[in-house]
């Protein structure tokens, strides 16, 4: 199958089946989905939810967190993955965006990863989500799904997927698309037993073809 039909074939099921899909961070602006991502490093958006109302009651602006220090943020944060690192970067990130951003959070990718604790992946989170920009952030589902679907082929970095995807994806398309792939790694295409008895994605999945039920 040539690539370009495997991504329409991809594409074209989503959109019919997926309507929706949207990030499972709970937030209310962009400075709060800015912490939610940094906060979701290595750890479950579930648990993320969990511990972010009582810190955005805390720290309701940049300017409070600023105002903070590593040490308190971390009794909020501390049942997330790698407490320590990430109290750090709140607040160092909270300081950037008042000293260079006057307490906006830029849109731009670039600019994004001048605060600290925010690497590409987040910062093109940010930019898709809150700005809407055909921005692809490649996480670890992003990553094996492309690959195994075949929309990548031999794709050894995130860095390397996402430009593959944002060649081939429309750009009106690449925002949704990168949720479609994120959910569909964290519930169908497991990364130890993928659900390919219950994909809709059989007919153009590269994986499928090779490893048939
Ligand atoms: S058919 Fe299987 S390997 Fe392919 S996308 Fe679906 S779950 Fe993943």
């Known amino acids: 199958m040539r690539k370009e039909e495997r991504y329409k074939g991809v594409l074209d099921w989503f959109q019919a089946n997926v309507p929706v899909a949207e990030t ?15 906060l979701s490093a290595q750890c479950t958006d579930k648990r993320v939810n ?21 040490e308190v943020v971390y009794e909020y944060i ?8 990430k109290a750090k970067h709140l ?12 307490g ?6 670039d600019e994004l990863q001048k605060l600290p604790g925010v690497g ?3 910062a093109n989170v940010i930019a898709s989500v809150v700005f809407d920009k055909p921005a692809m952030a490649v996480d670890t589902h992003v990553f094996r799904v492309s690959n195994r679907i075949g929309l990548t082929l031999n ?8 430009k593959e995807l944002v060649r081939h994806i429309p750009e009106r398309l690449i925002p ?36 048939p039920l």
Request: glycine content about 2%; some cysteine; overall charge positive.
């Open 24 to 38: 499972e961070l709970h937030y209310a602006n962009p400075y709060q989905l800015l912490i939610a991502v940094i």
């Open 50 to 70: 969990q511990i972010t109302p009582a810190l955005f009651e805390a720290f309701p602006t940049p300017e409070v967190l600023a105002a903070s220090t590593p």
């Open 78 to 85: 501390r049942s997330v993955s790698y407490p320590n690192n």
């Open 91 to 102: 607040v160092g990130m909270a300081k950037v965006l008042m000293e260079q951003f006057q």
């Open 104 to 109: 906006v959070v830029p849109s731009d990718v």
């Open 120 to 122: 590409r992946k987040t």
């Open 155 to 162: 794709s050894k970095t995130p860095l390397e997927t996402e």
């Open 176 to 211: 949704i698309a990168h949720h479609w792939l994120i959910l569909h790694g964290r519930y169908v295409c497991l990364a130890r037993k993928p659900k390919c008895e219950s994909c809709g994605l059989k007919p153009w999945c590269k994986y499928f073809q090779t490893h």
